[in-house]
């Protein structure tokens, strides 16, 4: 089986390349960037750019399922000019890849499967969502992923497989939020949110990057929450982190105010609450092993993550 993949050198997509690999498949991927395109039997490299709708043809030479991941960074200060890229990007993708499908027999296609994110629910602290819900969140992480999941629906027409996965915050020791998280507990500067009883729906990379894979193995349909069946407080994650890197919290809350004053508008991912539900993913049959917040910190940042850091080391060492 071979995938195409857009955003295979960012954090979630060189794990996704990784567990394709293990599993024999091998994997195209579009870059815009000429200098991380490499050849090997399993793993080629194509170059685009979504934003002149400019795409190698020859990616999708015998391919059969479609993973979409690109789209710039949330977690950069929403500028009005960021903002706009933040959007364009994700749709500019989309609409890149149907001018591309429309020009070739699309039979060979049995699966496309899309990312996308929890912002779309309603901040709230005692909802408990699933993929049911239809009110979208009034913030303008809301209206991209409402007008991302609209471009994806476009695909329809092609009559493959089409799936949504709505990712919650991304679990790793080699980039994403956590990090970011990590670094001022461990300069004894760590404190929870404003009340810290915000909803954090997560998922550890691992098993996010097995969803995507088990999706298109499985050729599923519709969408899927992609978090850990166990969702914790902010303040309970906070304690977490700090307990497995043996450092204290002695300082009060930080205050959303403050936070608006540093990081903008974006300070908004911080203290939104969503409390998601993944029982659609795991009645499919997918089965998380990492569902509980200690021990999926634990795994990653005890000794024993060390084998698993050297193998992505050397998936990163290609795309260099």
Known sequence: ????????????????????????????????????????????????????????????????AIINLAGASVAKRWSPTYKKKILSSRVDSIRTLHKALNKIDVTQIKSFVSASAIGTYPDSLIN????????????????????WEQEVERFNSFGFNISKVRIGIVLSTLGGVLPKMTRPIQNFMGAAFGTGNQWQS?????????????????????????????P????????ELARILDKPLILPNIPR???????????????????????????KGFVFQHPNIGAALENLYLPKKEESESQMASLNKEFV
Request: hydrophobic content about 45%; proline content about 2%.
């Open 202 to 230: 997560w998922i550890h990379i691992e098993d996010l990057a097995q969803i995507f894979a088990f999706v298109i193995e499985n050729n599923l349909k519709g969408t899927f929450n992609a978090v850990a069946p166990n």
């Open 1 to 64: 089986m071979k995938v195409l993949i857009t955003g295979a050198t960012g954090l979630v997509g060189k794990a996704i390349v990784k567990v394709l690999h293990d599993k024999g498949m091998s994997v195209n991927y579009l870059t815009t960037r000429r200098e991380k395109m490499i050849s090997s039997p399993n793993l080629n490299g194509f170059y685009w750019n979504p934003a002149k709708s400019e795409i190698d043809m020859a990616c999708l030479d015998g391919v059969s």
């Open 232 to 239: 914790v407080t902010n303040a309970k994650m906070t304690k």
């Open 128 to 147: 408990f969502y699933d993929e049911n819900e239809t009110d979208v969140d009034d913030s303008f992480l809301g209206e991209v992923v409402e007008k």
């Open 257 to 283: 105010f403050a936070m608006k004053m540093i990081l903008g508008e974006m300070s908004y991912i911080l203290f939104a609450s969503q409390r998601v539900s993944c029982k659609r993913i795991e009645e």
